[in-house]
């Protein structure tokens, strides 16, 4: 009987790992995709239209964005703020798209929109190992 709980256990362990590393591929490719895409005309309406897309339609995302009620303006702004300090692409890594990707740093854009831009692009510099 408790050898059957450990292999439901593994299984589960195994399936939930599994669909994180689909999530983590997935997004990588998004990211990349709308850096090299859009790394010459930055101010394109559809770049936005497309990080506001994935951010409703992304599971973990999409909560922060209702907590935050965030709209796509509210995006333009804040890749303005991190375009300002931090126009620096590193590998697949480009602030100001790679940070509307992750839970953490997009709640912490959303938590710290107001406060000044070098700083909110310091953080996520630090955050991407930039």
Not at 62 to 82: F, P, Q, S, V, Y
């Amino acid at each position: 009987m408790s050898q059957n709980i450990w292999i439901i256990l593994s299984l589960l362990l195994f399936i939930i790992v599994a669909m994180e590393m689909y999530h983590s591929l997935k997004r990588s490719e998004t990211t990349n995709r709308l850096i090299h895409t859009y790394i010459d005309n930055l101010e394109n309406e559809k770049l936005f239209d497309e990080i506001y897309d994935y951010c409703q339609k992304d599971f973990k995302l999409k909560r922060i964005m209702k907590k935050h009620g965030a709209t796509k303006e509210d995006i333009k702004a804040l890749h303005r703020k991190l375009l300002t300090w931090g126009n620096i692409k590193k590998g697949r890594r480009f602030v100001p798209i790679t940070s509307f990707f992750y839970a953490y740093s997009l709640n912490y854009l959303f938590e710290h929109r107001n406060d000044d831009d070098k700083k909110v692009t310091m953080r996520m510099l630090n955050f991407f190992h930039i």
